[in-house]
């Protein structure tokens, strides 16, 4: 499939938010172990998603949040305020609605005697552990928006209640693992996950004009496989992971919130006794635009020669140029 000169820019401007991104977050990156879990919603939730995003996401960051907190506070475990970026998927190899938060949080938490408190295992915290806080919490909370009438489309209470029985009789899938490489490749391990969409480029393969082939990868045996779908299925999948507008797909918590950030990690690099980040380089300035590539050769280069004025359509009445 060739892909288009709009596609390219697109992609483009993509991985370059995705630099400035992680360029702006290096200056937060502590010398510790950080660590990446992901917590998935089941997919029963997918019809409740789909009328009520915009509430079901909330409540997914409230209730990542809320876990992390409530094991990171308490005393048996690191007795401090945790830091966390969280971003938000929604799909994914096929394209089918897949929601799911990935978190990375550094390895410790900051103490209220301003000590900091490492983590005591690789793991963090145990997974099945963070599993049924976050079940119990994430159901907890959509019986409460229900209740309180923020759910309007579910109309049906033994139906919900159904839903949220069987959710609490299964267990909920949370991945966690350390990233032991140097810390300096932290942030670019969260930028390939900040600024990614449902579908690139070059899993594209193929089009003959009614189906299009797409690569994915199978996660049950490892292989990467082909799938074939029409170009209106192709396009119904993509837009389930259109957000709502307005929403935010990446936050910061704890003592990574932006409120606090510059305060709560001066404080944790003197506890630690590590040096200040060092001030990012001087970006080089970038070449002018000059123009697309063009689409047949892709050689040369497409550039503007005319702008031609939209046409207004008089009902009833001929085409005309707007005055």
């Known amino acids: 499939m060739c892909i288009t000169p709009v596609a390219t820019a697109i992609a483009r401007a993509a991985s370059a938010a995705s630099q400035d991104w992680c360029e702006r977050q290096r200056a937060a990156v502590l010398p510790v172990t950080y660590h990446h879990l992901v917590f998935t919603l089941p997919d029963t939730l997918n019809g409740w998603v789909e009328v009520h995003p915009q509430e079901v996401y909330g409540l997914l960051f409230e209730t990542v949040l809320a876990t992390l907190s409530a094991f990171g506070t308490d005393p048996k475990r690191l007795d401090g ?4 970026t969280a971003v938000l998927h929604t799909w994914g190899q096929t394209l089918a609605r897949h929601v799911h938060l990935h978190c990375l949080v550094p390895g410790g938490a900051l ?3 301003g000590t900091w408190h490492p983590a005591k295992s690789t793991y963090l915290f145990p997974v099945r552990a963070l599993s049924r806080h976050f079940r119990g919490g994430f159901v907890s909370r959509l019986r409460r928006a229900f209740e309180a009438g923020q759910l309007p489309r579910l109309q049906d209470r033994r ?12 267990e909920w899938v949370v991945y966690s693992r350390p990233c032991l490489d140097r810390t300096e490749t932290v942030v670019d391990y969260l930028g390939r996950y900040s600024h ?3 579908l690139s480029d070059r899993r594209l393969l193929s089009f003959d004009g009614e189906t299009v082939e797409l690569a994915y990868k199978d996660y049950r ?6 799938m074939a779908l029409t170009g209106e299925e192709l396009v119904r999948r993509f837009l389930l992971h259109v957000l709502p507008k307005g929403l935010m797909r990446v936050r910061h918590f704890g003592f990574l919130a932006n409120r606090c950030r510059a305060r709560r990690l001066s404080e944790i690099r003197v506890a630690l006794e590590a040096p200040p980040p060092q ?3 001087a970006k080089a300035e970038t070449a002018p635009f000059d123009g697309y590539p063009c689409p047949k050769c892709h050689k040369g280069r497409l550039q503007v020669t005319a702008r031609l004025a939209p046409q207004r359509r008089n009902p009833g009445g001929p085409t005309r140029s707007p005055p």
């Open 221 to 226: 045996d490892g292989d990467q496989k082909v």
């Open 81 to 84: 305020q945790l830091g966390m």
């Open 111 to 113: 103490g209220v005697d």
């Open 279 to 281: 001030a990012p380089a």
């Open 196 to 198: 990614r969409v449902a």
């Open 159 to 170: 139906e919900v209640d159904r839903v949220l029985k069987a959710l609490m009789g299964k």
